[in-house]
């Protein structure tokens, strides 16, 4: 009996031995988990641009520092197994044109013809005249990332078309009298195309890339003002 109760004690501590053993050779060999990493997919785009009417009549003339704002709020959906993805958004767009020594009369008055919008000479001479129109505007994108781990990093580029549709349009003018600076603005939508088209274009490293469009629809709707194309150029911010 004795002898039986010393084998078996004998066969528990090599078992535990053993098993120690394996533990410590399982823990070495097997090597830290990952960290996890969150894929950024660039949900915020801001774009900061230089805006200006390239295709209108010889008789509009505008001055050469126009601008565009635009705040999108983007949801990316990947394409597998592949470095491309499709994005869809929702934001808005701002568009500031300034006119050089013109005004627009885009009122509902006999004045404008009460069809169609026109630009004729500042007799006030203002000085400053622009025509402002607001979109709650929709990107939608085909987009390449070099890198698939870290979007905010590496090569990037996307091609795509936006969406809008007419939020608000107005003239702001702004003319000294008796000294003091005076501002005129006329709020009216009745001439603006209520639908906006563009293609887009971006491309560049990290969170920075460079932006351009290229409007497919004009300004004015059909018959109601002169033919005028935009186009913008500048710089987007995207992150997220």
């Not at 709707?221 to 500048?234: L, W």
């Amino acid at each position: 009996m004795r002898i039986f109760l010393a084998f078996m004690a004998a066969l528990l501590l090599s078992s535990s031995v053993n098993f120690a053993q394996d533990t410590n050779d399982k823990t070495k060999s097997d090597p830290a988990p990952s960290p996890v990493v969150k894929m950024a997919r660039d949900f915020l785009m801001m774009q900061f641009a230089y805006n200006n009417w390239i295709q209108k009549p010889d008789s509009v003339k505008t001055k050469p520092f126009g601008y565009v704002f635009k705040a999108h709020l983007c949801y990316d959906f990947p394409i597998k197994n592949t470095k491309l993805s499709f994005a869809a958004g929702l934001g808005v767009s701002v568009n500031v044109i300034y006119l050089n020594q013109q005004a627009l009369i885009d009122t509902d008055t006999v004045s404008a013809l009460n069809t169609q919008a026109r630009f004729i000479a500042d007799t006030n001479h203002f000085k400053r005249y622009k025509f402002v129109t607001t979109y709650l505007s929709a990107p939608f994108e085909l987009r390449y990332y070099s890198n698939l781990v870290n979007r905010n990093k590496g090569f990037k580029a996307a091609i795509g078309l936006e969406v809008g549709t007419l939020l608000g349009a107005h003239t702001k003018a702004l003319t000294a009298i008796d000294g003091t600076n005076v501002k005129f603005k006329t709020d009216t939508k009745r001439y603006v195309s209520p639908w906006d088209f563009a293609a887009t274009a971006r491309i560049g490293w990290g969170n920075f890339t460079l932006y351009g469009s290229y409007n497919l629809t004009n300004v004015f709707k059909d018959n109601a003002g002169p033919p005028i194309t935009p186009m913008s150029v500048g710089l987007c911010l995207s992150g997220l």
